[in-house]
């Protein structure tokens, strides 16, 4: 079993940054693949960005790719995502989540944390 707790969502400017982080309970942590995953009013929750339980490969979303940075520090038990020249389109509930399998898909993540809210003002 793991507990997952985001932070480091807010209100923000188009164009400004924002690193949100994910703390996980338990000293399993490295076991697990983490994601980030998105939900915005009226729409399906997305996939956004994943990181291996080493931290040495990531995937993400065409639509953040070049913009955001997932990364992990095991030490730490925390994954974060690095957002830069953020977008209304960013405007989400964002969720950590984490896998023993390596996807995409939300259906196979585990363990999911509550939600941090993020708006990107136009």
């Known amino acids: 079993q793991v507990q997952l707790v985001e932070s480091g969502g807010g209100l923000v400017q188009v164009g400004d940054s924002l690193r949100l982080s994910c703390a996980a309970s338990?000293?399993?942590?490295?076991?697990?693949?983490m994601g980030w995953f998105r939900q915005a009013p009226g729409k399906e929750r997305e996939f956004v960005a994943r990181?291996?339980?080493?931290?040495?490969?990531?995937r993400y979303s065409d639509a953040v790719n070049g913009r955001f940075t997932i990364s992990r520090d095991n030490a730490k038990n925390t994954v974060y995502l690095q957002m830069n020249s953020l977008k209304p389109e960013d405007t989400a509930v964002y969720f950590c989540?984490?896998?023993?399998?390596?996807?995409?898909?939300?259906?196979?993540?585990?363990?999911w944390g509550q939600g941090t809210q993020v708006t990107v003002s136009s």
């Open positions: 338990g000293r399993t942590f490295s076991t697990y693949a």
């Open positions: 989540a984490a896998s023993y399998s390596w996807t995409n898909d939300a259906r196979r993540y585990d363990y």
């Open positions: 990181i291996s339980n080493g931290g040495t490969t990531t």
